[in-house]
Nanobody, 121 residues
Framework: QVQVVESGGGLVQAGGSLSLSCTAS????????VGWFRQAPGKEREGISC??????IYYLDSVSRFTISRDNARNSVYLQMNSLKPEDTAMYYC????????????????WGQGTQVNVSS
């Protein structure tokens, strides 16, 4: 049984930082692409970044503020978010899929429940 669990969300003031964690179990972690996504109220879920086999891809213009990292020994992927803005407020999700990274949410097989990030102005 595959489980994906996110943590690290919370309330932060604009300009602050948060570090999100994603841990997956029940799968061959190093053979899976793991992506971070977010969904704000009333908006579609969008891809932020993805990590696979030592490489990272960023899908948002916020690439300069967010950094993805991965620790295969811990079956974990992290998202460091700096200089947060109110428009970053959203539910943040982690998802995994066998194979390569993609920003297409429908391509991911395993999803976590999400962690809420709120950025106050």
């Amino acid at each position: 049984q595959v489980q994906v669990v996110e943590s690290g969300g919370g309330l932060v003031q604009a300009g602050g930082s948060l570090s999100l964690s994603c841990t997956a179990s029940g799968l061959t972690f190093d053979r899976h692409a793991v992506g971070w996504f977010r969904q704000a109220p009333g908006k579609e879920r969008e891809g932020i970044s993805c990590s696979r086999a030592g490489s990272s891809i960023y899908y948002l213009d916020s690439v300069s503020r967010f950094t993805i990292s991965r620790d295969n020994a811990r079956n974990s992927v992290y998202l460091q978010m700096n200089s947060l803005k109110p428009e970053d407020t959203a539910m943040y999700y982690c998802a995994a899929r066998p194979g390569l990274c993609t920003s297409q949410t429908g391509a991911y097989v395993y999803w976590g429940q999400g962690t809420q990030v709120n950025v106050s102005s």
